[in-house]
């Protein structure tokens, strides 16, 4: 029904940015609620961010808050997740999602939709 995929990863240095983009295609992304998530090596995959359907609302996490933003931009079907003063620590693979029914939801079981993921390596 929905097909997400993601691009924009890649290598980048200790403090630089990078902008991830996840496309939709099957149907469009206006009536579903989009999150970002990601996974580290060892590690459980954990929510980044998130935003309605309209673009109105977002939640990041705390890991996160005041360097990434999500946004979204309906009429290209497509999510955005701008990635600022990147940390070692980021390094993950990047996850896009969506969710059928509006809300804010940080785990992955409440998403119904998923990308196969881009890499997100920094290094020092």
């Known amino acids: 029904q929905v097909q997400l995929v993601e691009s924009g990863g890649g290598l980048v240095q200790a403090g630089g940015s990078l902008r991830l983009s996840c496309a939709a295609s099957g149907r469009t992304l206006s009536s579903y609620i989009m999150g970002w998530f990601r996974q580290a090596p060892g590690k459980e995959r954990e929510f980044v961010a998130c935003i309605s359907w309209s673009g109105g609302s977002t939640y990041i996490a705390d890991s996160a808050k005041g360097r990434f933003t999500i946004s979204r931009d309906n009429t290209k079907n497509t999510v955005y997740l701008q990635m600022n003063s990147l940390k070692l620590e980021d390094t993950a693979v990047y996850y896009c999602?969506?969710?059928?029914?509006?809300?804010?939801?940080?785990?992955?079981?409440?998403?119904?939709?998923w990308g196969q993921g881009t890499q997100v390596t920094v290094s020092s």
């Open positions: 999602a969506a969710r059928r029914t509006d809300g804010i939801v940080t785990t992955p079981r409440g998403y119904d939709y």
